[in-house]
């Protein structure tokens, strides 16, 4: 036997362990098919952090990037073409043309049968999507649940909203896709993993230290205002500049379970309810070291809002007890053998696709 063969299936052994945590879930059909990729949150039961927050007692998936402006605009143009209903209308905002800062997403029609309306990525469609109530989250969570065709309901589901613009609302026993917890959120961001007591780390990179703001492949960064704006490395704030970066942009600077940007970038609502108010949580690219922190929890804010500093990533439900085996028939696995390293990566199949 070739005395490689033991090192490389032990290196398959480790991928497989470590990387079938990442996996992604399939929305739409033909050229409005898009992915969101997530990941496992175990360790169910773990300890609450001295804050008080971050136990769960159950398994969970949720998103590893922030829901993206090409992901948000392909829900616009499933739900939001022909309409004159306030509630569909409004889950684009004119700003998200107008605010080159987090730009964004054009539209143009009328909404008739006659002169749709249709919907256009400006720029990176990896940004994040801004302007973004907790509303419309709610409502682009519905229809995933329900299937995320054109047309699929935004008013129940997770959430049932029917047609609602305020108020409180809870999720939904049964619903497979939700704004995630605060506790689930802060669980995915700060906590350590590897057992159900080890702890938490200060900021969502692994770190106890405060990050840096450099783009790309160094540890510990994120996008948020350290003296300058990461994009543009200078103290002077431009009107006409785009500072979000692509989800995923700083790329060693992970969670320990593997979400990006939980730190900077954008604000992301949570369900806390805070009176009649609903959480944020993460800083963003305008804000200060002290948001990324896992001490520091907002006030709450109004869900209806709409603004250029939050955004949102969804949770949903465990996909397998066990990554490592598939489900018979949901699941498709693939292995690349390169260099001698192993890479692992499992998706999930819709049987509706």
């Known amino acids: 036997m070739n005395a490689s063969y033991p090192k490389i299936f032990a290196a398959l052994l480790a991928a497989l362990t470590v990387c079938t945590t990442a996996q992604a879930d399939s929305f739409g059909t033909g050229s409005n098919k898009f992915d969101i990729d997530f990941v496992d949150i175990g360790d169910a039961g773990n300890a609450a952090d001295t804050t008080g927050y971050g136990a769960v007692s159950y398994g969970f998936n949720i998103g590893k990037y922030e829901v993206t402006i090409d992901q948000y605009t392909t829900f616009l143009n499933s739900v939001a073409s022909v309409t004159s209903d306030g509630y569909i209308v409004n889950l684009w905002n004119a700003n ?184 944020l949580r993460g800083g963003c690219w305008y804000g200060l070291e002290g948001d990324l922190r896992s001490s520091v929890r907002d006030g709450g804010f109004d869900p209806t809002i709409e603004d250029s500093l939050v955004g949102f990533r969804l949770a949903s439900v465990p996909q397998s007890a066990d990554p490592g085996v598939p489900e018979p028939g949901t699941w498709a696995s693939g292995v690349l053998l390169a260099g001698g390293a192993a890479f692992v990566r499992w998706r999930r199949r819709q049987a509706s696709l």
Do not use: C
């Not at 997403?105 to 109530?133: C, D, E, F, K």
């Not at 906590?191 to 540890?219: E, L, R």
């Open 96 to 279: 998200m043309t107008s605010d080159i800062n987090i730009a964004g997403i054009s539209r143009s029609g009328s909404g008739t049968l006659a002169s749709p309306y249709s919907y256009s990525v400006i720029g990176s469609g990896n940004h994040p999507i801004a302007y973004v109530s907790w509303f419309d989250a709610a409502r682009f969570a519905n229809w995933l649940n329900n299937g995320a065709t054109s047309g699929a309901s935004t008013e129940s589901g997770a959430y049932t909203l029917s047609g609602a613009t305020s108020g409180i609302f809870t999720k939904n026993a049964g619903a497979n896709w939700w704004i995630p917890g605060e506790d689930e959120w802060y669980k995915a961001a700060y906590y350590k993993g590897n057992g159900i007591n080890t702890g938490y780390w200060v900021y969502p990179t692994q770190s106890d230290t405060a990050p840096g703001n450099s783009v790309g492949g160094d540890p510990n960064q994120a996008n948020y205002y350290a003296g300058d704006y990461a994009v543009t490395q200078s103290a002077s704030y431009f009107g006409s500049q785009n500072y979000l970066t692509d989800v995923g942009a700083f790329s060693s600077s992970a969670s320990a379970y593997g979400t990006y940007d939980q730190g900077g970038n954008l604000r992301e609502w949570n369900d806390a309810l805070i009176g009649s108010s609903r959480g």
